[in-house]
């Protein structure tokens, strides 16, 4: 059974810093591509960082140089290391498992996803 856990989200003030986990079992975590993508009521799913087999990362443009997604293959453990946040990082976050991207990370494209995690950041 395929299972992806999520954990490492929370409230934090603008400025801060939180480190998602999701932590796969269940099938072999090295054959696909993972990635973060985030979910506010009312509006689309959308990606927010990729990294696939050959350690190739993705970002959205929001996020760059502020978000860092990182694998640990020995723990088939996903990161999503968040710095210097805002109030529009607000979100709840999901991990995902799946074939990749062509241009960006996109929903229908990932076959496993976990529960996910909120993320509040106040002002």
């Known amino acids: 059974q395929v299972q992806l856990v999520e954990s490492g989200g929370g409230s934090v003030q603008a400025g801060g810093s939180l480190r998602l986990s999701c932590t796969a079992s269940g099938y072999t975590y090295s054959d696909y591509s993972m990635a973060w993508f985030r979910q506010v009521p009312g509006k689309e799913r959308e990606g927010v960082a990729g990294i696939d087999n050959d350690g190739i990362t993705w970002y959205a443009d929001s996020v760059k140089g502020r978000f860092t997604i990182s694998q640990d293959y020995a723990k088939n453990t996903l990161y999503l290391q968040m710095n210097s946040l805002k109030p529009d990082d607000t979100a709840m976050y999901y991990c995902?498992?799946?074939?990749?991207?062509?241009?960006?990370?996109?929903?229908?494209?990932?076959?496993?996803w976990g529960q996910g995690t909120q993320v509040t950041v106040s002002s």
């Open positions: 995902a498992a799946g074939r990749g991207w062509y241009v960006e990370p996109i929903p229908v494209d990932f076959d496993y």
